[in-house]
């Protein structure tokens, strides 16, 4: 028989199969919340603080206040992965304004709602790391930030993200880029993108309108250590078709290379050694790193 899995809901564990959002809960009801999707490597949980700390960021730009400090939500974290003995896996945490009918804030029946679960996690198979990922640049743009702060990693805003990867999905592509309201490049649906031409690595700047991805600042990180140039300036669909290399970020998605953008090869149509190298490099940091489970 399978294990038990367990949820954790306002701090408490309960069964996975009696976890349940109240009917009213305003992120059921409006997609008023936020949330983190965060990994488990080698019995580690992977930039822990960062997560939460993005979180706390992004409760504080909606004005919900979580009803428990960092260091409790990051104990509740560690306790659920642990309680459903997830070596490895993929762990989400979502965060509501609470309870009540009607969009007023004022009107709340409750505080804000904690929400953890942990699952198996495989977003893309495994040759799509070998052999790349085909790209389509979607009709869907990215909201511009005086309509909602890129930065704020909230539940509402991922409708725009869910028709975008729908339009992927149409055009048979593994993933949808989305430009910003000038046209820009921002982000795909789950993931930040990067660039490499001559061996210096570019990505767009988070300021555009995307999110600043825990991932994407790791990856700058590994690269600046072993000596490659990384800039952040704003980028066009020109530059993408014209990289040597492309590949994409994100804590599910990890570091997967792009060999196909709106029907163009990119480089040879291979993923190339920097971003091999990089993967590589991301690996070995996510074995070696995190917040222990025990
Ligand atoms: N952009 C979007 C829209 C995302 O949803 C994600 C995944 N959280 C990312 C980028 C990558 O962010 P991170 O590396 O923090 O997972």
Redesign the pocket.
């Known amino acids: 028989m399978a294990e038990p899995q367990f949820a954790c809901i306002n701090g408490e564990l309960i069964p996975k199969e009696q976890a349940f959002v109240p009917l009213y809960d305003h992120g059921m009801l409006y997609g008023d919340g936020l949330f983190e999707?965060i990994r488990v490597y080698n019995n580690r949980v992977f930039k822990l603080d960062e997560h939460v700390a993005r979180l706390y960021y992004s409760a504080k730009a909606l004005n919900i206040e979580l009803k428990v400090d960092q260091a409790t939500l990051r104990k509740s974290i560690v306790e659920t992965v642990k309680a459903n003995g997830h070596r490895n896996g993929y762990i989400r945490v979502t965060v509501t304004r609470g309870v009540g009918l009607g969009l007023d804030p004022k009107h709340m029946k409750s505080g804000a709602n904690v929400y953890i679960s942990c699952e198996q996690l495989a977003l893309y198979p495994q040759e799509m790391y070998e052999n790349g990922l085909i790209v389509v640049t979607v009709s869907t743009r990215l909201p511009s930030p005086d309509v909602i702060d890129p930065r704020v990693k909230c539940t509402g805003k991922y409708i725009n993200?869910i028709m975008a990867k729908a339009e992927a999905n149409r055009y048979g592509a593994g993933e949808g880029l989305m430009l910003t309201r000038e046209g820009y490049v921002g982000?795909a649906?789950?993931?930040?993108i990067f660039l490499i031409k001559n061996g210096a690595i570019t990505t767009p700047p988070a300021s555009i309108g995307?999110?600043q991805?825990?991932?994407?600042d790791t990856v700058i990180e590994l690269a600046k250590a072993v000596g490659l140039a990384v800039s952040e300036p704003i980028i066009t669909q020109y530059d993408v078709y014209n990289a040597d290399e492309v590949f994409l970020?994100?804590?599910a998605a990890e570091v997967i290379p792009a060999v196909e953008f709106d029907g163009r090869k990119i480089g040879d149509g291979k993923p190339g050694p920097i971003t091999r190298q990089l993967i590589a490099a991301y690996r070995e940091h996510t074995q070696t790193t995190g917040t222990p489970v025990e």
Do not use: K, Q, S, Y
Not at 213 to 216: A, D, L, N, S
């Open positions: 999707g993200n982000e649906t789950g993931d930040n995307i999110l991805g825990i991932t994407r970020t994100g804590t």
